[in-house]
């Protein structure tokens, strides 16, 4: 009985087929996987490794190198806010603050399965849009402090009244 | 493996600090260095793994180039001009100490590595600064058990890459991995697994830190109390060539090392390292035990023991007499031994002692083989050199049947190599005079044996062990023996002759 | 002399579904140059030659000549050999390679037929950061389009010249947009850079020889097989010919990707194309190559014209022309932070002095935000970065100790007077 | 008896009586000195330089390094972390440790067993400036006297809280720090300090 439903478990298949070494598919296969489980989990890496022969070591390193690969459960919104020098510049830090903030007052109610979650990110490569947020994987680009409330309403309506 | 090999016939010659070198064509600079004993500093390379090129050390500076280079990925080629010597390579070299630093715990006092460790050996070397780090240094976990023989301290860990590569190229278990990444990337197993394989310790040897510290010695002894000397391991018949550490003044040995030899190149296995505890006072046989006729079982002096072996010798007839004998003693030993038992006294009922259950054609592929005697090979061609058949086969039960009045017995040096000792002793209890020469102490809960004789171990006496395949391995810098009763088989016999030259 | 603006790359931008192969083919010379070379009217070493003669050179930043590096792979060599489109593009300030897969992906395509038929690879791959995730549809789309038209695959168009494209996504990770790194991360390994020699074109991916080029780069390559290195040469200047597309972002009217020739006045492309700074705001610094190249002073900036050459006088460097202005409202100990934590948090931890430099610059930031730092601890920055630069496998290393040593070059004072301040304050100022 | 040359003179003056006149004055002379002295003394016109130990103690200075003692951290442990550096150091080689895993993971190494072979030492201090973390002193306990049978091999427990030291003494280190970040140690004062608390504080 596999840990993968069937769709994934093919996709999984079909990535081990398609480079020239198994390994090339470690990463296309986690990001499969993540994108059906939110996150990678432990069953998921011992199942590559028993059944898929990917070497659980390998995908560990490689989940722990890439930013992109969670092996924690995730929230149902991971926002991922760009804080590189553009952004800063055009106001990172204040939106950032202020979705902190948010979560914050979420979490005092829900708990923690709270709606978001918030990674201060690196770089998102839309530094004409700065500052820039990724919600899951939808760009939001001009996330200033002052747009941050209505935005994140809008992917949870209820949870910010 | 090393990067000579990789070379052809053809030889390229360039100058390494103003000295001519020739090497093999597609020899690295560091490869023909360390060759020429010309030391050139590093940490992540090593000759028995392959280049990584990550802890960029080993600067060397080449003429004409703009940057300075690797020496462990520099490739010689005729007439570059290197140098390991310029102040501009020293400065960098006193930069690169500081970065390895600038993280490290700089816990040496607690640490089992201090006294052999590189971070404090280019300390001195190059370093001797005083450090521009004043900021808070990145905590990591600390003490973790990774492995049934090792402890993991990632805090002291200067990710070389070296057990990693261990692991990969050497024992292909790629159990190691280096997660994270930045100055957060530390090395470790996938969570709650352990390195489990018989090659664990030389990840302490590898590693230039005291990251990997060995269990079995962690804690026992500080390295620079410690003073070393060479021998072969007698824990199987590959007589890997290994250096055994000790300290003399309290009579006991602390932990063996591999020295680098064709036989077992830069490794050995854990099983091996382990032969050095029955050679500890708690573990040997430290003086003669003989049972008198009234039945009493006394200590008694080297001479004492001697002279009542000779005594008992005198009144069996020598088709009464017969030689039990494991593979555990040098050529020169059974030399003398059979020369006088059995050129000079005739005794010709001469059995072999070894462990039933051994499977000695086994091999692990690395080092570790299934014949655990160190000197099969030495003793079969003694036999043959006294005109016996030399084939190895256990004449252990054929002793038995042939009960003979006077047994005498060369038993097994690693008691741990011969799960059946204990019961193959009780059984030599029945027999009725049985001189036993061994170094095993358990040896003396068996009253039924009547004679007892102290043997020293393999560190504590000269000689040479025919491997396998027939190589030599040289007994040559003994330490004094852990206890001052303790023979050699050379010195007994000889003792022995000399009484009976007399009472004759 | 041709129109000062030309169109090489970003052909099919404005038009209505800029994107499709129907467009790009009907507005942009679409697969010209392919039919061209596949039929028989450019043999390979004349594409390498056309090629080394436009002056071409590689667009990703270090713009090394694009021509030359296909001689490298040994044609000796009958195995397998890979070509990899660096789509990475993870040079914060760097958005241009996305504003051609969003505008004129099969422009790309092309170029990679092209350069694959140059070096007899029969492999290719696109790689690009995960966070472009609606510019990988595009890519993948037009990837399909371009199968179904017959322009990848077996024997395409009939020369029987094979090319297998794929596309391949990253993770989010720097350092991936180094070729050897993105190498390895496409052998599904960490991202880690490979120590060199050996170099990618004889042995890069699964020790295979590999080219790898930038994005850009291999757009370029479709419109000099068509109108040839002479008309190439005519943009740009003599060390540096063709166009560019420049990312510009800060406080602009207009930021965004423009495609210009080399050597286009800096104080043009912000006036004409940029449309000024922000009211109010004016120039307190330039970044010109993204985040790794040390940044200019206004002084500097007077009379900048944007080439490698212009950009090497002032001891900086063009990069992949990402040029971020930094205002008069900005503080720069924190721009600082940013960029050091930012290479800090990149670092593969593979070299010493990268892993432990980065994080020890970062460190001595965090310090200097919060006042713990002591006033030495600035130009000790200079030091470390001194002794982190030209040490490493990559230049990731290099990347991080360039713009700290420019910043406690050139705004040394304002680095101490903010530390002097957060001590003051025993904390962040703001 | 050639070569032989008589250098002994004569006596100048064989007149006894002045010979005799010498002697006595010069014992005389003695005499009066120590009568003197007695006299002075026994009228208690000054004071004597002796006096009456043990029912009047006498003291040291702090620096005086007499019989060791093993410092504690702040939650009482014993501050040596067995690192066998006074072992080292020490010319007599009369400090015999057994280092052990300590169950707690703060502490990772600790002295199972510290003894002090005393008849051996030589008080050359050694170790008390070898010790990296303050666990080993040398403090102003001068009398060290017993009868055969005592112990003379200090143990672990003995250096630690015998009864002089009232309950133990906690060592001037500050526990977070395992070890400096420079080469300058910044308790380099502290650690030396004749203020560092020493038995005259109990």
Same mark, same amino acid.
């Given at each position: ?161 | ?30 490869? +023909? ?51 390991? *010597? ?50 808070? @240094? ?37 159990? %190691? ?49 410690? @003073? ?48 050095? @505890? ?155 005079? *049985? ?30 062990? %025919? ?8 007994? +040559? ?22 009484? %009976?030259?007399?009472?004759? | !002399? ?25 507005? #942009? ?18 594409? $390498? ?5 436009? /002056? ?25 050999? &890979? ?25 790309? $395509?092309?170029?990679?037929?092209? #350069? ?21 549809? &595009? ?28 596309? &391949? ?18 052998? /599904? ?80 492309? $912000? ?8 009211? /109010? ?29 212009? !950009? ?11 040029? !971020? $202005? ?17 290479? #800090? ?21 965090? /310090? ?63 | ?202």
């Amino acid at each position: 009985m596999s840990v993968f439903d069937g769709g994934l478990k093919a996709e999984i298949e079909g990535f081990l087929k398609r480079y020239e070494t198994k390994r090339s598919a470690i990463l296309p296969v986690l990001h499969a996987i993540q994108d059906v489980h939110g996150w990678i989990k432990p069953e998921h890496i011992e199942e590559l490794h028993t059944v898929y022969g990917l070497d659980r070591v390998h995908v560990k390193e490689v989940i722990t190198f890439y930013d992109i690969y969670k092996d924690k459960p995730v929230r149902r919104f991971q926002i991922r806010y760009c804080k590189n020098i553009t952004c800063h510049m055009l106001g990172a830090r204040p939106a950032i603050a202020r979705i902190r903030a948010h979560i914050a007052a979420l979490d005092a109610v829900q708990g923690e399965d709270g709606a978001f979650s918030l990674e201060e990110f690196p770089c998102l490569g839309k530094c004409d849009g700065a500052p820039v947020m990724l919600v899951n994987k939808e760009r939001v680009e001009h996330a200033t402090v002052d747009k941050i409330d209505q935005l994140l309403t809008k992917y949870a309506p209820t949870v910010l009244r | 493996m090393s990067e000579a090999s990789k070379g052809s016939q053809e030889t390229v010659t360039f100058t390494l600090n103003d000295r001519e070198i020739t090497v093999p064509k597609g020899t690295t600079v560091m490869a +023909a260095a360390r060759q020429q004993d010309v030391y050139i500093p590093h940490f992540c390379w090593h000759p028995g793994l392959k280049i990584a090129g990550v802890c960029r050390f080993c600067l060397v500076k080449v003429d004409n180039r703009p940057k300075l280079e690797i020496a462990c990925n520099l490739t010689a080629t005729p007439g570059m001009k290197v140098s390991s *010597v310029l102040p501009e390579v020293k400065e960098a070299h006193k930069w690169a100490l500081e970065f390895h630093l600038v993280n490290h715990p700089l816990d040496c006092p607690i640490c089992d590595q201090a006294g052999e460790c590189k971070l404090q050996d280019y300390y001195m070397e190059v370093g001797k600064y005083k450090s521009e780090m004043d900021r808070p @240094k990145v905590l990591k976990p600390k003490a973790l058990e990774i492995g049934s023989e090792l402890v993991l301290d990632t805090e002291r860990c200067i990710l070389c890459d070296r057990c990693v590569r261990f692991e990969e190229e050497v024992t292909k278990t790629g159990a %190691l991995g280096i997660f994270n990444r930045g100055d957060r990337a530390v090395i470790g197993t996938y969570p709650d697994k352990k390195i489990e394989h018989n090659y664990q310790d030389n990840l302490v040897d590898i590693c230039p830190v005291g990251a990997f510290t060995s269990r079995d010695f962690r804690f026992k002894q500080r390295v620079w109390f410690l @003073k070393e000397k060479p021998a072969v391991c007698p824990g199987c018949s590959t007589g890997c060539h290994v250096d055994v550490h000790a300290k003399p003044q309290v009579r006991t040995y602390f932990r063996l090392k591999p020295r680098e030899s064709e036989v077992n190149g830069f490794w050995m296995c854990d099983k091996g390292r382990k032969t050095y @505890k029955h050679m500890n006072q708690e573990q040997r046989l430290r003086f003669p035990l003989l049972t008198e006729a009234s039945g009493v079982r006394r200590r008694s002096t080297v001479d004492e023991a001697l002279a009542a072996l000779a005594a008992t010798m005198l009144k069996a007839d020598k088709s009464e007499v017969a030689l039990l004998v494991s593979a555990a003693y040098t050529c020169e030993e059974y030399a003398a031994f059979f020369e006088f038992f059995v050129r000079s006294l005739g005794v010709t009922n001469v059995y072999q002692w070894r462990e039933p259950t051994e499977d000695r054609e086994a091999f692990d592929g690395l080092l570790y083989r299934g014949d655990h005697n160190p000197n099969t090979r030495g003793l079969s061609e003694a036999l043959k050199a006294v005109g016996l058949p030399g084939e190895v086969k256990d004449g252990f039960e054929a002793l038995l049947r042939q009960a003979p009045k006077l047994v005498i017995a060369l038993g097994p040096e690693l008691a741990f190599q011969f799960p059946s000792l204990p019961a193959q002793l009780s059984r030599l209890e029945q027999l009725p005079f *049985v001189s036993l020469w061994t170094i095993d102490g358990a040896a003396v809960s068996h009253v039924g044996l009547k004679h007892l004789l102290p043997m020293k171990g393999y560190a504590e006496k000269r000689g040479r062990f %025919l491997n396998f395949a027939g190589k030599v391995g040289e007994l +040559a810098d003994p330490f004094p023996a852990g206890s001052e009763d303790a023979r050699d088989v050379v010195e007994v016999v000889a003792a022995l002759s000399e009484i %009976l030259a007399h009472s004759l | !002399m041709a129109q000062d603006k030309p169109r090489i790359i970003l052909r099919t931008a404005g038009l209505a579904n800029p994107r499709a192969l129907k467009t790009y083919i009907e507005h #942009a010379e679409g697969y010209t140059a392919i039919k061209k070379v596949l039929g028989g009217a450019m043999t390979r070493e004349q594409l $390498i030659e056309e090629v080394k003669a436009s /002056g071409l050179r590689g667009r990703g930043g270090a713009g090394f000549p694009t021509g030359l590096k296909w001689t490298f792979v040994p044609q000796s060599d009958t195995g397998p050999k &890979y070509l990899i489109c660096n789509n990475d593009e993870s040079e914060p300030g760097t958005f241009k390679d996305r504003e051609i897969c969003t505008v004129n992906p099969h422009q790309v $395509i092309e170029g990679m037929v092209l #350069a694959a038929f140059a070096i007899r690879a029969s492999k290719g791959y696109i790689y690009t950061r995960w966070e472009f995730q609606a510019e990988i549809g &595009y890519l993948v789309e037009a990837i399909k389009e371009a199968y179904a038209a017959g322009f990848l695959g077996k024997n395409i168009l009939g020369s029987g010249f094979d090319f297998d494209l794929d596309h &391949y996504t990253g993770a989010g990770a720097y350092i991936c947009g180094e070729e050897t790194g993105l190498i390895s991360s496409l052998e /599904g390994k960490k991202g880690q850079p490979k120590v060199k020699p050996p170099f990618p074109a004889v042995s890069g991916y699964l020790g295979r020889p590999t080219i790898v080029n930038n994005t850009e780069t291999l757009a370029n390559v479709p419109w000099i097989v068509n109108h040839g290195a002479k008309e190439f040469r005519q943009y740009g200047t003599e060390k540096s010919p063709g166009s560019k597309l420049f990312s510009i972002s800060g406080a602009l009217v207009r930021p965004g990707v423009y495609e210009v020739p080399l050597g286009y006045p800096f104080e043009r492309l $912000i006036q004409e194309e940029c449309g000024g700074y922000l009211p /109010g705001r004016s120039l307190q610094a330039l970044i010109p190559g993204g985040a790794s190249a040390p940044l200019l002073t206004p002084e500097e900036v007077q009379g900048l014209t944007l080439d490698y050459e212009a !950009m090497a006088a002032r001891n900086t460097m063009l990069g992949s022309g990402a040029i !971020m $202005i930094i205002d008069d409202r900005q503080v720069l100990a924190e721009l600082l932070k940013v960029t050091i934590e930012f290479f #800090a948090h990149e670092s593969c931890g593979q070299c010493t002095p990268c892993r432990e430099g980065t994080g020890w610059l970062n460190n001595i930031m965090d /310090g200097v935000l919060d006042g713990t730092a002591k006033p030495g601890n600035v130009e000790l920055m200079r030091t470390v970065a001194k002794h982190m630069g030209g040490k490493t496998i990559c230049a990731l290393s290099d990347a991080c100790a360039m713009p700290v040593t420019s910043y406690v070059q050139k705004f040394s004072g304002s680095l101490q007077a903010y530390l002097a301040q957060a001590t003051a304050a025993g904390g962040h100022v703001k | 008896m050639a070569g032989v040359v008589k250098v002994a003179l004569p006596p100048r003056d064989t007149n006894m009586f002045q010979m005799a006149y010498g002697y006595t004055s010069t014992i005389l002379t003695g005499m009066m000195k120590t009568f003197g002295i007695f006299w002075v003394q026994i009228t208690g016109k000054e004071k004597s330089a002796t006096y009456e130990w043990p029912e009047q103690p006498a003291t040291y200075s702090d620096r005086f390094k007499g019989k060791h003692f093993l410092t504690r951290r702040d939650d009482g442990q014993v501050r040596c972390t067995a690192c066998f550096l006074c072992a080292t150091a020490c010319p007599a080689e009369c400090i015999h440790i057994v280092a052990g895993q300590h169950p707690t993971n703060e502490i990772e190494k600790f002295p199972v067993r510290f003894e002090i072979d005393i008849l051996r030492c030589v008080f050359c201090g050694f170790c008390e400036e070898a010790c990296p973390v303050d666990a080993i002193r040398l403090g102003p306990e001068y009398a060290m006297s017993g009868l055969a049978g005592d112990k003379w091999i200090y143990t672990k427990d003995y250096l630690a809280d015998r009864g002089e030291l009232h309950g133990g003494i906690t060592s001037v280190k500050v526990e977070n720090e395992k070890h400096f970040t420079t080469d300058h140690n910044p308790h380099g004062d502290a650690l030396i300090a004749t203020d560092a608390p020493h038995m005259r504080h109990h």
